[in-house]
């Protein structure tokens, strides 16, 4: 178990981001680690690393979107309901300890659609209620930011 934690975030246009958490993931899993993947703006419809994941008793995945798109303009009630409720599921996973690696996927695009703020999510961020967690405030990220270790 690590000392502390660390907080990895993978931004960008395109794809890639879900692929390289999903490795980090399966690298986690194959060592024995406990992985929650939460999906934000992606229904329970199945995907392939859906049924890529489907049996692995390491990695539990919960999705929290809805059927269709969400309106980047006009994000529908539900859109909010269902990202606060995976906000609160990891929130949850965090305070019970039952997860050693804990992926919020889309979570940046929810923040962008206005389905969180960017408050919200720093709050369990800051949560420290594992013990392996870094004690360290957590800062508000700018773009040079991103991919630096929060300490």
Known sequence: MPERGLIQVYTGKGKGKTSAALGQ??????????????????????????????GNPLIE???????????????ADEDRRLARQGLARAFSMMEEGSTDLLILDEINVGIAHGLSSVEEVLDLLRKNLHPWRSSAPVEKPTPSSWNTQIR
């Open 25 to 54: 993931a399966l690298q986690a899993a194959g060592q024995g680690l406990k992985v929650c993947i939460i999906q934000f703006l992606k229904g329970p419809v199945g995907t392939g690393e859906r049924a890529a994941l489907k």
């Open 61 to 75: 995945m919960e999705s929290f979107g809805g059927e269709g798109f969400v309106d980047p303009r006009r994000p």
